[in-house]
């Protein structure tokens, strides 16, 4: 039993921290992976045990996006201001103050009400409401006096893709066409903000992608996304379909419409390569004329509050608008935005009709601002690229239950995250300059959490986790550039970055006062130090090289001197991620390889003792995590798709692997941290923005050997 107990002692005091980062010359770049370490004092015990577990995707979490591609726009009765909502996952609501045209804030909405391509606002600009471009759809509502989320309303399953909206002259429902197969409209009551009622058009209506009001409010006029294109007419009062217009062959997929004030005509832009502008006679309704712009993809429409002119937007790079003059129905004049000002996806037109404001679809979004008489550019507005993006660096403070991992991104972020209710918590963002958070090192006894960026020279950046503020950075001497691996021995107060240089080298930090305590300059040829692992208890640090072969180098911390080199095999290249079994003397490779390979390397004699070849499509190991209390350790791809491998250890085997979600986006795996108590573990995306996927590593089911039945 002595023994035991000391042997879980001696793991409790370990702690490892694999990192991976920067890649070079076609590779993607690796990752900073995190592995605590369990105790192994009952090895014995689970040997006599045999367990059943299962091996699975237990959700994702997206983290805060940049601000990119305005998708919808509200602006006040007033024109003060102009509320855009944003094609992200989870949305943003950005808003702008027109007086000085500039970006004023900003609101984050709720996980999965994602994707607003429709808005409306009510008429006495006290709230907005904003339509989802997801399945099913939602509607988000929004408090303009204070700018905040009010709540949501989710429609039925099948009422999808809210992709326009219009509002009832008196303010009391709003109308959400859904894009489906077989158009639908569905009925919000503003008064309780409840779903009120849906209508199916016939079939064959399909797609509805544009809507109009007529000015009275008695009749609504949807578009559809087929071909030709249809016009389908429906009485509100009575809620019912009155009708339906059926355009000439090649005037398809209407995704724009205008009305005139006085209700008369109504005007609607194709959604491909035919180029025209539809009217359609409203007392009539009756297909009157077709007037062609030479301009493809019409995807927005407005119309000045006199009714003299149209305005149509072309899908062009760079954007473009067309202004039309109604009256004579002929193309005025046009204006061709800036270069990058491209793929415009939302307008709205000033109260007074002498300005229009245009989103696009860019990274980060844009607002460029228009006059219209004569038609001119006015100037354009950028919003924030400030989103947390590609997360590179991870670590875990298993104890309080908060993971907290890096972006690449300039500057860096780091973002919080609560394990027991797998929840973004909060976001700290660096100063200037310190910026690609490529490793990261955490002392979660003493409060503090370090991340070293991908910068010349590299910086150390310290984070207070009990306030989660930025307390302090260390830049490190000229030439210490690129941290892209980091391990920490919190007992002995010192932390070790690797360096993308070559030849590599590993700079000491003292973590008591902050400061460089010195470096050592590793041989020619053992370059990019990509991964790293460490043993405290046996004092030394082992860094793995981007190179061709990969190697594995070992440094002695208590004098801290370069102990040995193992050049692996040909073909074992670019080691991104490791993880560390100190007690049974052991460390294990990941290879950004075609396919993927684990190596594994005898500790006390620095010597390869076998290597595992993935399957197939396993492809770039950056990021890795263990589960020694299991005698598992699991490899996340840098690879579309991502797949999460199961390795393992006292067999030296394949288990299995998780492919994840294609759509989720759940790829690009480049960091990770475990929670081996809990018996999850957290991989991080390189996505904009990033996403955290939690994957259950197992709930056993016990059974006793069979001497004891």
Same mark, same amino acid.
């Given at each position: 039993?002595?023994?035991?107990?000391?042997?879980?002692?001696?793991? @409790?005091?370990?702690?490892?921290?694999?990192?991976?980062?920067?890649?070079?010359?076609?590779?993607?770049?690796?990752?900073?992976?995190?592995?605590?370490?369990?105790?192994?004092?009952?090895?014995?015990?689970?040997?006599?045990?045999?367990?059943?577990?299962?091996?699975?995707?237990?959700?994702?979490?997206?983290?805060?996006?940049?601000?990119?591609?305005? +998708?919808?726009?509200?602006?006040?009765?007033?024109?003060?201001?102009?509320?855009?909502?944003?094609?992200?996952?989870?949305?943003?609501?950005?808003?702008?103050?027109?007086?000085?045209?500039?970006?004023?804030?900003?609101?984050?909405?709720?996980?999965?009400?994602?994707? @607003?391509?429709?808005?409306?606002?009510?008429?006495?600009?006290?709230?907005?409401?904003?339509?989802?471009?997801?399945?099913?759809?939602?509607?988000?509502?929004?408090?303009?006096?204070?700018? +905040?989320?009010?709540?949501?309303?989710?429609?039925?399953?099948?009422?999808?893709?809210?992709?326009?909206?219009?509002?009832?002259?008196?303010?009391?429902?709003?109308?959400?066409? +859904?894009?489906?197969?077989?158009?639908?409209?569905?009925?919000?009551?503003?008064?309780?903000?409840?779903?009120?009622?849906?209508?199916?058009?016939?079939?064959?209506?399909?797609?509805?992608?544009?809507?109009?009001?007529?000015?009275?409010?008695?009749?609504?006029?949807? !578009?559809?996304?087929?071909?030709?294109?249809?016009?389908?007419?429906?009485?509100?009062?009575?809620?019912?379909?009155?009708?339906?217009?059926?355009?000439?062959?090649?005037?398809?997929?209407?995704?724009?419409?205008?009305?005139?004030?006085?209700?008369?005509?109504?005007?609607?832009?194709?959604?491909?390569?035919?180029?025209?502008?539809?009217?359609?006679?409203?007392?009539?309704?009756?297909?009157?004329?077709?007037? /062609?712009?030479?301009?493809?993809?019409?995807?927005?429409?407005?119309?000045?509050?006199?009714?003299?002119?149209?305005?149509?937007?072309?899908?062009?790079?760079?954007?473009?608008?067309?202004?039309?003059?109604?009256?004579?129905?002929?193309?005025?004049?046009?204006?061709?935005?800036?270069?990058?000002?491209?793929?415009?996806?939302?307008?709205? #037109?000033?109260?007074?009709?002498?300005?229009?404001?245009?989103?696009?679809?860019? &990274?980060?979004?844009?607002?460029?601002?228009?006059?219209?008489?004569?038609?001119?550019?006015?100037?354009?507005?950028?919003?924030?690229?400030?989103?947390?993006?590609?997360?590179?660096?991870? /670590?875990?403070?298993?104890?309080? !239950?908060?993971?907290?991992?890096?972006?690449?991104?300039?500057? !860096?972020?780091?973002?919080?995250?609560?394990?027991?209710?797998?929840?973004?918590?909060?976001?700290?963002?660096?100063?200037?300059?310190?910026?690609?958070?490529?490793?990261?090192?955490?002392?979660?006894?003493?409060?503090?959490?370090?991340?070293?960026?991908?910068?010349?020279?590299?910086?150390?950046?310290?984070?207070?986790?009990?306030?989660?503020?930025?307390?302090?950075?260390?830049?490190?001497?000229?030439?210490?550039?690129?941290?892209?691996?980091?391990? #920490?021995?919190?007992?002995?107060?010192?932390?070790?970055?690797?360096?993308?240089?070559?030849?590599?080298?590993?700079?000491?930090?003292?973590?008591?006062?902050?400061?460089?305590?010195?470096?050592?300059?590793?041989?020619?040829?053992?370059? @990019?130090?990509?991964?790293? /692992?460490?043993?405290?208890?046996?004092?030394?640090?082992?860094?793995? +090289?981007?190179?061709?072969?990969?190697?594995?180098?070992?440094?002695?911390?208590?004098?801290?001197?370069?102990?040995?080199?193992?050049?692996?095999?040909? !073909?074992?290249?670019?080691?991104?991620?490791?993880?560390?079994?100190?007690?049974?003397?052991?460390?294990?490779?990941?290879?950004?390889?075609?396919?993927?390979?684990?190596?594994? /390397?005898?500790?006390?004699?620095?010597?390869?003792?076998?290597?595992?070849?993935?399957?197939?499509?396993?492809?770039?190991?950056?990021?890795?995590?263990?589960?020694?209390?299991?005698?598992?350790?699991?490899?996340?791809?840098?690879?579309?798709?991502? &797949?999460?491998?199961?390795?393992?250890?006292?067999?030296?085997?394949?288990?299995?692997?998780?492919?994840?979600?294609?759509?989720?986006?759940?790829?690009?795996?480049?960091?990770?941290? #475990?929670?081996?108590?809990?018996?999850?573990?957290?991989?991080?995306?390189?996505?904009?923005?990033?996403?955290?996927?939690?994957?259950?590593?197992?709930?056993?089911?016990?059974?006793?050997?069979?001497?004891?039945?």
């Amino acid at each position: 039993m002595h023994k035991i107990i000391s042997k879980t002692m001696r793991s @409790l005091v370990i702690l490892c921290i694999v990192l991976t980062a920067i890649g070079i010359a076609g590779l993607s770049r690796p990752v900073k992976v995190e592995s605590a370490m369990l105790s192994k004092g009952f090895q014995s015990i689970r040997n006599s045990l045999s367990l059943d577990s299962t091996f699975t995707r237990a959700g994702v979490i997206r983290f805060k996006p940049a601000e990119y591609a305005p +998708t919808s726009a509200v602006i006040d009765p007033d024109g003060k201001f102009i509320y855009f909502g944003l094609n992200t996952e989870p949305s943003l609501i950005v808003k702008v103050r027109l007086s000085d045209f500039k970006r004023v804030a900003t609101i984050t909405l709720n996980k999965g009400e994602d994707k @607003l391509y429709s808005a409306v606002m009510d008429p006495a600009g006290k709230f907005a409401y904003f339509g989802t471009n997801t399945e099913p759809g939602k509607v988000i509502k929004v408090r303009l006096s204070n700018f +905040t989320r009010v709540g949501a309303v989710t429609f039925n399953s099948g009422e999808d893709r809210l992709r326009d909206a219009f509002i009832d002259p008196a303010g009391d429902y709003a109308y959400f066409p +859904t894009y489906t197969e077989q158009g639908m409209v569905v009925k919000v009551d503003l008064g309780t903000f409840t779903r009120a009622d849906a209508l199916m058009f016939n079939p064959g209506e399909n797609w509805p992608d544009s809507a109009v009001i007529d000015p009275s409010g008695d009749f609504a006029y949807f !578009g559809t996304g087929t071909e030709p294109g249809k016009v389908v007419k429906v009485d509100l009062s009575s809620f019912e379909r009155a009708g339906a217009l059926t355009l000439k062959s090649g005037e398809n997929y209407l995704r724009s419409a205008v009305i005139d004030p006085a209700g008369k005509y109504a005007y609607f832009g194709t959604g491909d390569n035919s180029d025209s502008v539809v009217k359609v006679d409203l007392t009539t309704f009756q297909r009157v004329g077709d007037l /062609v712009l030479g301009e493809n993809y019409l995807f927005n429409a407005l119309i000045a509050p006199a009714g003299d002119y149209a305005y149509f937007t072309a899908d062009t790079n760079p954007g473009k608008v067309v202004k039309v003059d109604l009256n004579s129905f002929t193309v005025d004049s046009s204006v061709t935005f800036n270069a990058g000002e491209n793929d415009i996806q939302s307008a709205v #037109i000033y109260p007074t009709g002498d300005l229009a404001y245009f989103g696009t679809g860019t &990274f980060p979004g844009m607002v460029v601002k228009v006059q219209l008489s004569p038609l001119s550019r006015n100037g354009a507005i950028t919003f924030e690229d400030n989103g947390e993006d590609s997360l590179y660096s991870a /670590v875990i403070d298993n104890a309080n !239950g908060f993971a907290y991992f890096g972006t690449d991104t300039t500057p !860096g972020i780091v973002v919080k995250m609560s394990l027991p209710d797998f929840n973004r918590v909060e976001a700290v963002t660096f100063n200037v300059g310190e910026s690609s958070l490529y490793s990261a090192a955490i002392d979660a006894a003493n409060g503090f959490a370090y991340f070293g960026t991908n910068t010349n020279p590299g910086k150390v950046v310290k984070v207070d986790l009990s306030n989660f503020k930025r307390v302090g950075v260390l830049t490190l001497d000229p030439g210490e550039n690129a941290l892209t691996s980091a391990v #920490i021995d919190p007992d002995a107060g010192f932390a070790y970055f690797g360096t993308g240089t070559s030849p590599g080298k590993i700079v000491k930090v003292k973590l008591s006062d902050f400061t460089r305590v010195g470096a050592v300059t590793l041989n020619a040829g053992e370059n @990019l130090l990509t991964s790293a /692992v460490i043993d405290p208890m046996g004092g030394y640090a082992y860094f793995g +090289t981007r190179t061709s072969p990969g190697k594995v180098i070992k440094i002695k911390l208590p004098d801290f001197t370069h102990a040995g080199t193992l050049t692996l095999q040909p !073909g074992e290249d670019n080691l991104f991620s490791a993880v560390i079994d100190p007690e049974d003397g052991f460390a294990y490779l990941g290879a950004a390889t075609t396919p993927g390979k684990v190596i594994k /390397v005898k500790l006390s004699d620095l010597s390869r003792v076998d290597a595992l070849t993935l399957n197939p499509g396993e492809d770039l190991l950056s990021s890795a995590v263990i589960d020694l209390a299991h005698g598992y350790a699991y490899f996340g791809t840098d690879a579309l798709p991502a &797949f999460v491998v199961k390795v393992s250890l006292s067999e030296f085997k394949r288990i299995g692997a998780l492919e994840l979600d294609f759509e989720g986006p759940e790829y690009y795996l480049k960091s990770a941290v #475990i929670d081996p108590a809990k018996r999850y573990a957290y991989f991080g995306t390189k996505f904009k923005p990033g996403s955290v996927v939690r994957i259950d590593l197992g709930h056993q089911i016990m059974y006793l050997p069979q001497v004891f039945r």
